[in-house]
């Protein structure tokens, strides 16, 4: 988190909290007030009393006496009920106030975090493509090298397509502005041709897929395609180059029904702590350090898987892989 950006939460906390120390001293001092003021009014009653007591009777001065105390413990007694009901409704504000802005900041501070990591994004595989244009234009190479600047520049546009998608889809799904179909899919074969594209755009990467033919879904083909392309994309950010990036595909029947259809993306790196798994599926969230983290990423991919997911009677979860990883699982019920 940036400088600035702490000395203003320290200095928001810091007149948080004197606003509320004044606010229940001045409740406080109201209750002693009040309270100082009722026995200043019992004490001039006691005084009338004794002015009046040659004239009353023993048993008619007990009874002034009497109504005189009962009277001064039940305004004590109101002045008591009515500061706590004050002084919690003050406490359950004033934590309301405090996470609604702790809030408000985090959301910013993920914003601005978000701003950083789009533009960075962004200007990475247009510098790419743009220096590889550049190349074939200045220089007459051979075919080869040709074919292999093209080919980088079309899995960089590829790149750019989509974290555009994703930030627009996004944003659409959360306003509601996006329409979506809802046809009858072949899962199956859908995610076998997003495991080629990511086999085709990652030759060096090891891919294993166990795929149940006929995994029928209603549903958007894009928005599922979508959920497969970021689910897989996470598994290569967080593994290890020669690790194995597994797809499985299983449908499961009651009687001689399908009642759900359950897709797994396995990876073979690092996993994700106990706590930090259902953060991931925040937006804007990212594990780690957002000063030293290394991996790219917008914050915005699990977010809009479990988005995709929820749109499509589904629900997705991450637990640990064997020996080590994570373990996304998406299971729609159909």
């Known amino acids: 988190m940036p400088d600035a950006s702490r000395k203003r939460i320290r200095r928001t906390t810091f007149i948080y909290w004197m606003l509320l120390f004044y606010i229940v001293a001045a409740l406080a001092w109201w209750f002693i007030s009040l309270e100082q003021q009722n026995k200043r009014i019992a004490g001039l009653q006691y005084k009338s009393i004794n002015v009046e007591r040659d ?23 109101k002045y008591i009920a009515e500061g706590i009901t004050f002084l919690i409704l003050i406490l359950v504000g004033a934590a309301f106030v405090y996470r609604s802005v702790r809030r408000q900041f985090k959301l910013q501070q993920q914003q601005q975090n978000f701003m950083m990591a789009v533009t960075h994004e962004f200007k990475t595989p247009i510098s790419v493509a743009r220096l590889n244009l550049e190349t074939l234009q200045k220089y007459n190479l051979d075919p080869e090298k040709q074919k292999k600047l093209i080919r980088t520049t079309l899995d960089e546009t590829a790149r750019l397509n989509f974290l555009t998608n994703n930030i627009l889809i996004a944003s659409q799904l959360e306003g509601g502005g ?15 041709d997003c495991m080629q594209d990511f086999r085709n755009r990652f030759p060096d990467r090891v891919f294993k897929e166990d795929i149940e033919a006929d995994a029928d879904v209603k549903g958007d083909a894009l928005l599922l395609q979508m959920l497969i392309n970021n689910l897989l994309e996470n598994a290569i ?15 499961y029947r009651s009687g001689t029904s399908v009642n759900s259809v359950e897709l797994h993306i396995k990876d073979e790196g690092t996993g994700i702590a106990d706590d930090e798994k259902k953060k991931v599926f925040s937006k804007f969230y990212r594990i780690g350090n957002e000063a030293t983290r290394k991996t790219q990423g917008t914050g915005l991919g699990l977010y809009l898987c479990r988005k995709i997911a929820q749109s499509h009677n589904g629900d997705i979860s991450v637990t640990n892989n064997e020996p080590n990883g994570s373990n996304f699982v998406v299971i729609f019920k159909t």
Do not use: H, M
Request: glycine share 4%.
């Open 55 to 77: 004239s009353l009777s023993v048993a008619q001065l007990g009874d002034k006496i009497f109504a005189i105390d009962k009277e001064t413990k039940r305004n004590t007694g």
């Open 178 to 192: 996006y329409k979506s179909s809802n046809e009858e899919l072949d899962l199956s074969t859908l995610l076998k």
């Open 237 to 251: 950010k967080y593994s290890p180059k020669e690790a194995l990036v597994t797809a499985v595909l299983k449908k």
